[in-house]
C-alpha cells in the first residue's frame, strides 16, 4: 500500500493509531498464492478488518 493513498496514510498511523500493516501485506500474498495454486477463476474478499493487532477476512467467495 502507498502512503501516497488516503487508506495507506490511515494504516500507518491516524490520530495515534498504527495498524497491522504487515500482516494485511502478508495476507494479500497468500490470497494472490491461493488464487494462482488451486486455478481459482477469481477470489473476493469483503470486507477485511484491519486493527492494531490483526487482520480479519469477514466475508469471502471463490469463483472456479
Known amino acids: 500500500?502507498?502512503?501516497?493513498?488516503?487508506?495507506?496514510?490511515?494504516?500507518?498511523?491516524?490520530?495515534?493509531?498504527?495498524?497491522?500493516?504487515?500482516?494485511?501485506?502478508?495476507?494479500?500474498?497468500?490470497?494472490?498464492?491461493?488464487t494462482?495454486?488451486?486455478n481459482l477463476r477469481e477470489l473476493e474478499i469483503n470486507p477485511v478488518l484491519v486493527t492494531e493487532d490483526e487482520v480479519f477476512a469477514i466475508d469471502g467467495r471463490i469463483y472456479l
Open 36 to 38: 494462482v495454486a488451486a
Open 1 to 34: 500500500l502507498t502512503l501516497k493513498s488516503k487508506i495507506g496514510r490511515i494504516l500507518h498511523g491516524y490520530r495515534g493509531r498504527k495498524y497491522a500493516v504487515d500482516k494485511l501485506v502478508h495476507m494479500i500474498g497468500q490470497v494472490c498464492s491461493l
